[in-house]
């Protein structure tokens, strides 16, 4: 398996985060690379794959995020006042998505949840008056006033497919696309292990009581920041009483139905997420475990 967002060839080169000297010759490297972006968008070259630029591309007001090396050459990001939120998705993202290498899409998903996190995180929540300014290469702020450190951040998410005598459940909500099913899902909670988020969401969700929670793989979303993390898990019954502001409709399905849907079959008992959600990665993984 390998889920959709990961396999990048980066090396994030934590070194040269602390080693100013070090900083300053990447920067000043004439192999230097920028990403080039269309707001947070990627741009992709001819053959599908993320275009890349000199440093001599990036707009006078923005500060430079090392991303890390490639082929021993720095990679950076631009990072503007003016860029949009990770959270933000466009259309076109999506048509993007359906073509680009899984490693370069890992490559671009690391830059995005680090602008985005970037953007939202211009001032202390420790003193709560202090601007922060860049640090350790971007992978970093400081605050001027209290001296705090603040790193970059990941939200964890659990999603699952609960199982029931060869059947599992997916669902929708209503943002989805027409006849889109996929595997439910939640963030962890303070204070929570994955497996009782797991059994928790299940519960609040569908009315479902599990156990045997197990852990399969997991994806980062650059949507704006999560970590899923994908799991089984056993229900102890069938019966569904769905949380309604959180699901529009969730069916329970065997094998010949993933089967048909992850091959596309026409009038399939339903549309699968597309194959760098790792949801569709989950599904994939359970039909091939019969």
Aim: hydrophobic letters at 40%.
């Amino acid at each position: 398996m390998t889920p959709g967002f990961t396999g990048s060839p980066l090396d994030r080169a934590d070194a040269l985060r602390n080693d100013p000297d070090a900083l300053a010759a990447a920067r000043s490297d004439w192999r230097a690379r920028l990403l080039r972006l269309d707001g947070i968008d990627p741009v992709l070259g001819d053959n599908d794959r993320l275009s890349w630029g000199s440093l001599a591309e990036a707009e006078p007001d923005a500060e430079l995020l090392l991303l890390g090396l490639l082929d021993g050459r720095p990679h950076f990001a631009q990072l503007r006042p003016d860029m949009p939120e990770g959270a933000a998705r466009s259309l076109a993202i999506f048509r993007m998505l359906d073509v680009l290498p899984a490693e370069e899409a890992s490559t671009y998903a690391a830059a995005r949840s680090l602008i985005d996190w970037h953007l939202r995180h211009r001032f202390c929540a420790r003193c709560g008056s202090g601007d922060t300014a860049l640090h350790r290469a971007g992978w970093g702020r400081k605050c001027g006033s209290c001296g705090a450190e603040h790193f970059p951040r990941v939200d964890p998410v659990v999603i699952m497919l609960a199982e029931h005598e060869g059947r599992v459940l997916v669902g929708r909500q209503p943002r989805y696309p027409p006849r889109r099913y996929s595997a439910l899902a939640g963030f962890v909670e303070p204070g929570e292990s994955i497996e009782e988020a797991v059994a928790r969401e299940l519960w609040e969700e569908a009315g479902l009581r599990v156990h045997g929670v197990r852990y399969v793989t997991s994806q980062p979303w650059p949507f704006p920041s999560q970590l899923m993390m994908a799991c089984v898990a056993e229900a102890d019954s069938d019966a569904l009483t769905l949380d309604r502001t959180e699901l529009e409709d969730a069916f329970w399905i065997d094998r010949a139905d993933v089967d048909a849907a992850l091959a596309e079959v026409p009038h399939a008992a339903f549309t699968p997420p597309p194959p760098y959600a790792i949801a569709h990665t989950l599904l994939r993984w359970w039909l091939e475990q019969g």
